[in-house]
């Protein structure tokens, strides 16, 4: 059964860091490109960041550029979003996405989503 599985949410302070982990079961992560994507409160899901399967490289939304950093974890078969100095604006819930195209990858290609994990940073 194929399943992504994100964790690492939780209530932090501005200026707080948290690491999110996307755990895959039933296919190998490494064969495709995985994105990080939030929704929040009244808005649109959004493309936060991508690591592509072939090289390993990057790409992030311009609003969490030098703040966030996604990485993989080939032998865990886990991606992780590390995301540092965070604002009360990055509150959403973060789902992530597995797909085998380049990135980016638009919201309207995901074909599974999983349950996300609830990101809020309040004082």
């Known amino acids: 059964q194929v399943q992504l599985v994100e964790s690492g949410g939780g209530l932090v302070q501005p200026g707080g860091s948290l690491r999110l982990s996307c755990a895959a079961s039933?296919?190998?992560?490494?064969?495709?490109?995985i994105g990080w994507f939030r929704q929040a409160p009244g808005k649109e899901r959004e493309g936060v960041s991508c690591?592509?399967?072939?090289?390993?490289?990057?790409l992030y939304a311009d609003s969490v550029k030098g703040r966030f950093t996604i990485s993989r974890d080939n032998a865990k078969n886990t991606v992780y979003l590390q995301m540092n100095s965070l604002k009360p604006e990055d509150t959403a819930v973060y789902y992530c996405?597995?797909?085998?195209?380049?990135?980016?990858?638009?919201?309207?290609?995901?074909?599974?989503w999983g349950q996300g994990t609830q990101v809020t940073v309040s004082s």
């Open positions: 690591i592509s399967s072939s090289d390993g490289s990057t």
């Open positions: 039933g296919f190998t992560l490494k064969y495709y490109a």
């Open positions: 996405a597995a797909e085998p195209v380049p990135c980016p990858i638009a919201t309207s290609v995901v074909d599974y």
